[in-house]
């Protein structure tokens, strides 16, 4: 440390007035003045020329010991100048002694605390030099221990509860990790875990069914409710009430906080061969829910008119073996026919019973350009791009006849594989990549029915 008259404590050589803005609040003597009478042999009694070093009079010891604040004591005991060497002064020694030996500066550090009282200041300045390390250890690996907590919660098991399991029937909730690659994700429908739940999904027809009020009484800040409904707003009565309830949405419209269609496609790494099985039969139509005021029984109504239509369902002849697809992979063509017409609204009708039965969908719903958005243009015939059902009918004759012009409806196969959306284990599973994505955001959905029926 480096003393106040600008040379270390120790260091050989004359002591020299400190420069200006040193030794602030302490009286300093100007480089033109001599220093007060009463001060001079405190401050530097051995400032003056050699001659007049007090150590070199005799008694000078037992002089400055008596100049001394009582308590304190010589560094060194009995510590005697060295015997002048040949041709030396008696305040230089030669070799390892000579550190031993160094003039004093004007701070007086020739001079020391007792033994004790170094001790305790020797192991508080340790504490200090330690905090300090550790205080500067601790900023500089701030960012690395957050970063590592943020990974933490990338990987922290994701909680996701079905309040009514759909429609009353129990099943079982399948792997998120097994299924569909996505790590850290329990599902359950336990409500006595709604409170740790991230999120909760409420199924539309059984809140009806139920009511608002069977909904939790309370619920944590960060939790997200969605209400989930994968039916047409034709069939969805209740909206109006639903008002700044839900955070999120989850349905087959793409612009749902949770998009989950009724199915996709999947590109294939590598391309497939086109294999198609042996078709017997033409047109087959699966309907359970017979309505004559729908748009799809009345065109049915016209296009029988004009080629054969096998009828399967409530109003027609039975599955074989209860398979639709079974069913319908002896048939060419299937009636994809949706219960109402709207945007999105693009059923199983066409992803399983249609695709995964190799048969051509002619489809019924929202207009072709809607659909064209989920799948090829060329892998599937709309009614819409015929003047009447009679036209239709025509086509489809022409393409029975003509195997070259059917098989270009298969072309896309090649490159895509077919996945229906499995319920409800998947929809529960998608959340937990929302709420990833999602992080802190927070919303609600003010207005559900204006956004659903519009």
């Given amino acids: 440390?480096?003393?106040?008259?600008?040379?270390?404590?120790?260091?050989?050589?004359?002591?020299?007035?400190?420069?200006?803005?040193?030794?602030?609040?302490?009286?300093?003597?100007?480089?033109?003045?001599?220093?007060?009478?009463?001060?001079?042999?405190?401050?530097?009694?051995?400032?003056?020329?050699?001659?007049?070093?007090?150590?070199?009079?005799?008694?000078?010891?037992?002089?400055?010991?008596?100049?001394?604040?009582?308590g304190w004591q010589r560094r060194r005991p009995a510590m005697e100048p060295p015997p002048a060497a040949a041709g030396g002064s008696?305040?230089?020694?030669?070799?390892?002694?000579?550190?031993?030996?160094?003039?004093?500066?004007?701070?007086?550090?020739?001079?020391?605390?007792?033994?004790?009282?170094?001790?305790?200041?020797?192991?508080?300045?340790?504490c200090c030099t330690v905090l300090a390390l550790y205080a500067a250890s601790s900023l500089h690996d701030l960012p690395v221990l957050r970063r590592h907590r943020d990974e933490e919660d990338d990987d922290e098991p994701l909680r996701v509860l079905l309040w009514w399991e759909p429609f009353g029937r129990s099943r079982p909730l399948g792997d998120c990790r097994a299924r569909y690659n996505?790590?850290?994700?329990?599902?359950?429908?336990?409500?006595?875990?709604?409170?740790?739940?991230?999120a909760i999904l409420f199924h539309h027809r059984d809140l009806i069914l139920h009511g608002p009020e069977q909904l939790p009484w309370a619920r944590p800040p960060a939790q997200r409710w969605v209400w989930m409904n994968f039916e047409s707003p034709s069939h969805s009565p209740g909206l109006q009430g639903l008002a700044g309830i839900f955070n999120w949405?989850?349905?087959?419209?793409?612009?749902?906080?949770?998009?989950v269609p009724y199915g996709y496609l999947r590109a294939r790494r590598t391309p497939a061969r086109l294999s198609l099985p042996a078709k017997t039969k033409l047109v087959a139509w699966v309907i359970s829910n017979w309505n004559e005021e729908h748009a799809r029984v009345r065109y049915f109504h016209q296009l029988k008119k004009y080629l054969p239509i096998d009828v399967y369902g409530a109003q027609g002849l039975e599955l074989k073996d209860d398979s639709v697809v079974?069913?319908?992979?002896?048939?060419?063509?299937?009636?994809?026919?949706?219960?109402?017409?709207?945007?999105?609204?693009?059923?199983?009708?066409?992803?399983?019973?249609?695709?995964?039965?190799?048969?051509v969908p002619v489809v019924l719903g929202p207009p072709r350009s809607n659909y064209e958005l989920f799948i090829p243009s060329n892998s599937f015939i709309h009614v819409d791009d015929f003047a009447s059902p009679a036209q239709l009918a025509i086509y489809l004759k022409f393409l029975d006849k003509n195997k070259t012009r059917y098989r270009r409806y298969f072309?896309?196969?090649?490159?895509?594989?077919?996945?229906?959306?499995?319920?409800?284990?998947?929809h529960c599973c998608r959340v937990c990549e929302a709420i990833r994505a999602a992080g802190k955001q927070r919303k609600t959905v003010q207005n559900l029915a204006n956004w659903f029926e519009n």
């Fill in 249 to 259: 949405t989850m349905s087959y419209r793409v612009d749902s906080d949770v998009f």
């Fill in 90 to 126: 008696p305040w230089r020694l030669r070799g390892r002694r000579r550190a031993r030996w160094l003039r004093p500066c004007r701070c007086c550090c020739f001079w020391s605390l007792p033994k004790r009282q170094w001790r305790l200041l020797a192991a508080g300045l340790t």
């Fill in 182 to 198: 996505i790590s850290a994700c329990s599902l359950t429908a336990n409500r006595s875990r709604h409170q740790e739940a991230h």
């Fill in 326 to 359: 079974k069913t319908i992979s002896e048939y060419k063509f299937y009636l994809a026919f949706e219960n109402s017409q709207h945007p999105d609204y693009i059923t199983e009708k066409l992803w399983r019973n249609a695709f995964k039965s190799r048969a």
């Fill in 411 to 426: 072309a896309w196969r090649k490159r895509y594989d077919v996945r229906v959306t499995s319920f409800w284990d998947e």
């Fill in 1 to 70: 440390m480096s003393g106040r008259g600008g040379r270390a404590c120790g260091q050989v050589g004359p002591w020299e007035p400190p420069p200006e803005g040193q030794g602030a609040g302490r009286r300093r003597w100007q480089p033109h003045q001599e220093p007060p009478e009463q001060h001079a042999a405190a401050a530097a009694p051995w400032a003056a020329a050699p001659s007049a070093d007090p150590r070199r009079q005799p008694g000078w010891e037992a002089e400055a010991l008596q100049r001394l604040p009582e």
